[in-house]
T-cell receptor, first 114, second 112 residues
Framework: DGGITQSPKYLFRKEGQNVTLSCEQNLNHDAMYWYRQDPGQGLRLIYYSQIVNDFQKGDIAEGYSVSREKKESFPLTVTSAQKNPTAFYLC?????????????FGSGTRLTVV | GESVGLHLPTLSVQEGDNSIINCAYSNSASDYFIWYKQESGKGPQFIIDIRSNMDKRQGQRVTVLLNKTVKHLSLQIAATQPGDSAVYFCAENNSSARQLTFGSGTQLTVLP
């Protein structure tokens, strides 16, 4: 079955550490997205990529970095510069030819700073 | 910036009753709206969508109503079941921005 896989499901980070969240899709989608979800708030866009080797900052990119070396993969690194990283992180993908209803979301990674 | 928001953060309904979840939006340029369902610890799932040139759309047990005059969107779930318990949120699309803006969500709890 085609889908989008995020790992790990739970991640704990010590203050000052960088951590990388994995997102892999086998849907052959061109575009991939990273969102952050906090309690009582809507999804906020961190970074997105419309094509391999290209990505754009979203609304809350500070303290995060991404790469898009392969079409299937869009890892997100939460750096020590992100002062409040505890949140639920969602990855999504979409085919370029699909409209706004074409997003497929992963199951998320819950990151906690300890 | 403009945002999408929900009127009620929580909603409890008896099993078998109908549920109505509301959403207010402020961007009059939005041309497309989506409702998502998100179960605990999972990613959002598409439920139903509606274009701005429509005022009603029906799916299986769900209906979305759009009132552009007051910038209001609602999701109606008929004969609510325990499996409907989840967070529901709306999203709006601005074709020029090419991005979705998401609301904060309503927690629906179905009581036995």
């Amino acid at each position: 079955d085609g889908g989008i896989t995020q790992s790990p499901k739970y991640l704990f980070r010590k203050e000052g550490q960088n951590v990388t969240l994995s997102c892999e899709q086998n849907l052959n989608h061109d575009a991939m997205y990273w969102y952050r979800q906090d309690p009582g708030q809507g999804l906020r866009l961190i970074y997105y990529s419309q094509i391999v080797n290209d990505f754009q900052k979203g609304d809350i990119a500070e303290g995060y970095s991404v790469s898009r070396e392969k079409k299937e993969s869009f890892p997100l690194t939460v750096t020590s510069a992100q002062k409040n990283p505890t949140a639920f992180y969602l990855c999504a993908s979409k085919d370029r030819d699909r409209g706004p209803n074409g997003y497929t979301f992963g199951s998320g990674t819950r990151l906690t700073v300890v | 910036g403009e945002s999408v928001g929900l009127h009620l953060p929580t909603l409890s309904v008896q099993e078998g009753d109908n549920s109505i979840i509301n959403c207010a939006y402020s961007n009059s340029a939005s041309d497309y709206f989506i409702w998502y369902k998100q179960e605990s610890g999972k990613g959002p799932q598409f439920i139903i969508d509606i274009r701005s040139n429509m005022d009603k759309r029906q799916g299986q047990r769900v209906t979305v109503l759009l009132n552009k005059t007051v910038k209001h969107l609602s999701l109606q779930i008929a004969a609510t079941q325990p499996g409907d318990s989840a967070v529901y949120f709306c999203a709006e699309n601005n074709s020029s921005a090419r991005q979705l803006t998401f609301g904060s969500g309503t927690q629906l709890t179905v009581l036995p």
